[in-house]
């Protein structure tokens, strides 16, 4: 089992910054892929970015190429989103998860964490 905790959203302008953190416990993440998730109402749970944990190949959607950014902190055992020029539609939900596979679709990844509220105001 992995546990996953979710923090740093908040309430921030158009063009401003906010950096998602994701604590992990209860298994090392050596043979996972972490990835950040977001769903605004009314919508699908989209992919954001991904990691591989082993090697720390990292993968972006189209969308936030260029602004966003994922890490890791092996002694940590955390993953990080940080996101620059954030706009209006980052507005949403983002969820941390786990799983085997480097793939961006929700149903690859076994564990998620609760999710943190990001809301950008124009």
């Known amino acids: 089992q992995v546990q996953l905790v979710e923090s740093g959203g908040g309430l921030v302008q158009a063009g401003g910054s906010l950096r998602l953190s994701c604590a992990a416990s209860?298994?090392?993440?050596?043979?996972?892929?972490m990835g950040w998730f977001r769903q605004a109402p009314g919508k699908e749970r989209e992919f954001v970015a991904g990691?591989?944990?082993?090697?720390?190949?990292?993968y972006y959607a189209d969308s936030v190429k260029g602004r966003f950014t994922i890490s890791r902190d092996n002694a940590k055992n955390t993953v990080y989103l940080q996101m620059n020029s954030l706009k209006p539609e980052d507005t949403a939900g983002y969820y941390c998860?786990?799983?085997?596979?480097?793939?961006?679709?929700?149903?690859?990844?076994?564990?998620w964490g609760q999710g943190t509220q990001v809301t950008v105001s124009s």
């Open positions: 998860a786990a799983g085997l596979y480097g793939l961006t679709i929700p149903s690859a990844y076994y564990y």
């Open positions: 209860g298994r090392t993440l050596n043979n996972y892929a």
């Open positions: 990691l591989k944990w082993s090697g720390g190949s990292t």
